[in-house]
């Protein structure tokens, strides 16, 4: 059994400004997670440190490089799961922390639960020694650019997300050589979002699900919209009824668009190690590594491969 490591930097209109850094970005996050394998880690380790890798990227809206909500402030949301036990941990509105997907982790097993939020997830991540650090190291000087040109400018969430300006999601996929499978998903939310908004990204079976009898998904995407679908989940529905993993994410996503005229993206890793990247937004960066090959994306219906190096 090959293990597998799929990441994607989220599925919006990116501009050509930023389209290289992306791919650059999600091909460096997918190495990361690949070389955990190497180092004898299983699928969680590889989706948080893949993860972990995009939040500290400031080209992904995630960690540092997070969008602000309508007061200036971030807001960060995050989700991880293992797909061989169903634990899982997630945090929604947390400030000040570099990597949320380490606080969701550290959730799923140093809890009894499965979701903290705001004031009492920062609290649980000071309870534990995670260091917390000033909101204007996470902000960039783009993002509040952007932010202070839009702030006046209202718009319908939807067609932000076909403009240049809606930053999106990180996740990652994976499947061990065990035969277990991971998700992970963590994002900085939408820009000018309400205060204490949260989207899918940390709600189990939207942003993210694993599960060992079917797969494991990260979707990326209009919040609101992969909410009203249950989006992971109805995907990983598809694969338990006999399709493929990229039948699946497509039928599925096309069903967004039609019922809740959402666009989104997903990645998918079968416990056998199928996978595929998909998307019904304008472009979404993504990569792949198995067997020592590094395949990538960015635009629709175009993968490209080369040799995976640590």
Request: charged share 20%; glycine share 10%; aromatic share 6%.
């Amino acid at each position: 059994m090959s293990a597998v490591v799929v990441v994607h930097g989220g599925a919006w209109a990116i501009p050509d400004e930023l389209a290289e850094a992306s791919v650059d970005g999600v091909k460096a996050a997918a190495c990361e997670g690949f070389s955990v394998f190497k180092r004898g880690g299983n699928a969680v380790d590889a989706v948080e440190a893949a993860v972990r890798a995009l939040e500290d990227n400031t080209v992904f809206n995630a960690g540092h490089g997070a969008a602000l909500n309508t007061d200036g402030e971030v807001e960060l949301d995050a989700i991880i799961m293992d797909g061989s036990t169903l634990a899982s941990g997630a945090v929604s509105c947390v400030r000040n922390i570099a990597n949320p997907v380490s606080l969701a982790r550290a959730v799923m097993e140093k809890t009894s639960h499965i979701m903290l939020t705001g004031r009492g997830a920062n609290m649980f991540a000071e309870s534990i020694g995670i260091a917390t650090i000033p909101t204007e190291t996470l902000v960039t000087e783009y993002e509040r650019k952007e932010w202070e040109k839009h702030k006046n400018y209202v718009t319908g969430v939807m067609e932000d997300f076909n403009s240049h300006w809606a930053h999106d999601t990180v996740g990652a996929v994976a499947v061990d050589c065990a035969g277990n499978v991971a998700c992970a998903t963590s994002t900085g939310g939408i820009r000018n979002k309400m205060v204490g908004r949260v989207g899918d990204s940390p709600i189990i079976g939207c942003g993210g699900y694993a599960d060992n009898f079917s797969g494991a998904v990260s979707c990326t995407g209009h919040g609101e919209s992969i909410l009203k679908v249950t989006l992971a989940r109805l995907i990983l529905s598809q694969i338990e009824q006999g399709k493929s993993v990229a039948d699946a994410s497509q039928l599925s996503l096309q069903y967004m668009g039609d019922r809740v005229r959402g666009a989104g993206g997903a990645i998918v890793v079968s416990p056998s190690g199928q996978w595929a990247a998909t998307f019904t937004t304008e472009r979404m960066a993504w990569a792949a590594v198995e067997s020592d090959v590094l395949w990538y994306g960015l635009d629709p219906n175009k993968r490209l491969k080369e040799q995976f190096s640590t």
